[in-house]
C-alpha cells in the first residue's frame, strides 16, 4: 500500500514550456485534491475532484489543468509555464469529501521555471 | 478569509507538553477543527481533528474550548522530531480544505 504517489520529484523547466505532474492514490479514495506551497506560506488549493469524472477549481487555478478519469490519478497539467508557477506541489486524498475525513499527502514535486 | 488565527512561531523543551493555540471565533456549529503539521519540506500529515469534545490519539490531544471559539493542541512529551510547522483549520464538512501559515514548533534539547 503505497498511499498517494507522485512524479517527478523535482522538474525544471523553461517559460512556456508544458508538462504534467502525476498523482496516483491507491486507497480507492474518492476525493483528490493539488496544491501548492511558495516558501514562507501556507498550502494553496489549486484543483480538486470528488470523484471520477469531477472536477472543480480551489483558490489559485489559473495556469492549470486537471482531468480524473479514473478513481486512482488525478495528473495536474501546466500548458504554458511561467516563472510565477515555480513552486513545491502536493497532492492529497480522502476518502470522501465530506466531515470528519482526513487527508493524506504525497510528498511533493518542487518545480522551477526559468 | 482566514478562519482561524496562530502564533507565527514557539519553543518548547524536549520531554516538556507542547501547547498550540488556535483561535476561531467565527467557527460555526458545524464546523470540525482539524490539525496538521508539515516536518520540513515533506507532505502535511494529519494529527487530530474534532467538533464539540476533546479528542486524544496516539499523536496528541486536542482541547476545545466550550463556546468552541479557541482550541489547543497537546504533544504531551515533545521530541526533536515534533519540530514543525502546524496548521490549525476550521472546515465544514464538505468544504475545501484551505492551510495558512501555521505556527512553527522549535523543540529545543
Known amino acids: 500500500n503505497a498511499g498517494v504517489t507522485q512524479t517527478p520529484k523535482f522538474q525544471v523547466l523553461k517559460t512556456g514550456q508544458s508538462m504534467t505532474l502525476q498523482c496516483a492514490q491507491d486507497?480507492?479514495?474518492?476525493?483528490m485534491s493539488w496544491y501548492r506551497q511558495d516558501p514562507g506560506m501556507g498550502l494553496r488549493l489549486i484543483h480538486y475532484s470528488v470523484g471520477a469524472g469531477i472536477t472543480d477549481q480551489g483558490e489559485v487555478p489559473n495556469g492549470y489543468n486537471v482531468s480524473r478519469s479514473t478513481t486512482e490519478d488525478f495528473p495536474l497539467r501546466l500548458l504554458s509555464a511561467a516563472p510565477s508557477q515555480t513552486s513545491v506541489y502536493f497532492c492529497?486524498?480522502?476518502?470522501?469529501w465530506g466531515a470528519g475525513e482526513k487527508l493524506f499527502f504525497g510528498s511533493g514535486t518542487q518545480l522551477s521555471v526559468l | 478569509d482566514a478562519k482561524t488565527t496562530q502564533p507565527p512561531s514557539m519553543d518548547c523543551a524536549e520531554g516538556r507538553a507542547a501547547n498550540l493555540p488556535c483561535n476561531h471565533s467565527t467557527i460555526s456549529g458545524n464546523e470540525y477543527v482539524y490539525w496538521y503539521r508539515q516536518i520540513h519540506s515533506q507532505g502535511p500529515q494529519y494529527i487530530i481533528h474534532g467538533l464539540k469534545n476533546n479528542e486524544t490519539n496516539e499523536m496528541a490531544s486536542l482541547i476545545i474550548t466550550e463556546d468552541r471559539k479557541s482550541s489547543t493542541l497537546i504533544l504531551p512529551h515533545a521530541t526533536l522530531r515534533d519540530t514543525a510547522v502546524y496548521y490549525c483549520i476550521v472546515i465544514l464538512g464538505g468544504d475545501d480544505m484551505r492551510f495558512g501559515a501555521g505556527t512553527r514548533l522549535t523543540v529545543k534539547p
Open positions: 492529497a486524498s480522502s476518502t470522501s
Open positions: 486507497m480507492n479514495h474518492e476525493y
